[in-house]
């Protein structure tokens, strides 16, 4: 039934679509003022929250596509994911133009909330194959975060896809590689590696797909340290917010491969 004309359709705009007024009103400081540094610490972190929805979007594409032997479609999802990388390392050195003394002018306002309680990070490292089912107890029972935490723990990994994927080509992946307990991290597997030392010197597709793994794992890793530095700059040895372990846990999740077996077999290339 068309529109009546007495009640006609708003035409769809650039605000509406994007919802742009919901949006802009999200940012919501508490401080007393408020403290100009404020509203960029709540404008950096949901945008990483958003950058973190997107990653997970694009991790779930690129598992369909090495599941569905889909060569192509893989490659430029990574590169895609890489490029995203980049973007989210550069934005610490936004978050680093702000000071020790401008933070801690409304840090006691964040009260227990903490970085540390991302469920989408989380989220992405147990797709990534980082798991830990201890993760969980930081968020309730009955949770949207941890129902979604569950299914990720349960469901398999990025480097479980991958493993498909060299099935699929023909390499003979062993079962208990492909039939492992899901919700553990992703391990080494020598005989993987054994595949992975074949691939690099007869398929340069493959090839090209592991390389991009590697490049995924290295970006993660130096997201990882600089998110340490840049919090050892603010607060230093403090703990964190909401009394989060801080810069002491943030440095042990430093140089810890998500691929090891892609790193094992660098010295045999």
Known sequence: ??????????????????KIPELLSLQRPLSDGPEHDETLFIVIHQVYELWFKQMLHETGMLQRSLEGDDLVT??????RM???????????????????????SFRTRLESSSGFQSAQFREFE?????????????????SDEHAALERRLAAPALYDSFLAFLKARGYDVPAEALGRDLTLPTQEWP??????????????????????????????????YRHVKMVERT??????????????????????????????IRARL
Do not use: N
């Open 235 to 264: 607060i230093g040895t403090k703990p964190g917010t909401g009394g989060s372990p801080g810069v002491e846990y943030l440095r042990s999740t430093l140089f810890k491969p998500l691929f090891p077996d892609l790193w094992a």
């Open 1 to 18: 039934m068309p529109p009546s004309p007495y009640h006609p359709r708003m035409a769809l705009t650039y605000g509406s679509y994007l």
């Open 74 to 79: 893989a490659a430029s999802t990574l590169k």
């Open 126 to 142: 147990f797709v990534l194959g980082h798991k830990r089912r201890g993760v969980l107890s930081h968020y309730p029972p009955g």
């Open 82 to 104: 890489l490029t995203i990388l980049k973007t989210m390392v550069a934005q610490i050195d936004v978050l680093e133009t702000m000071s020790p003394m401008s933070f801690m």
């Open 191 to 224: 005989e993987v590696q054994e595949i992975l030392v074949k691939v690099y010197r007869t398929a340069p597709g493959p090839r090209q797909i592991c390389e991009l793994l590697v490049d995924l794992d290295e970006g993660i890793q130096e997201w990882r």
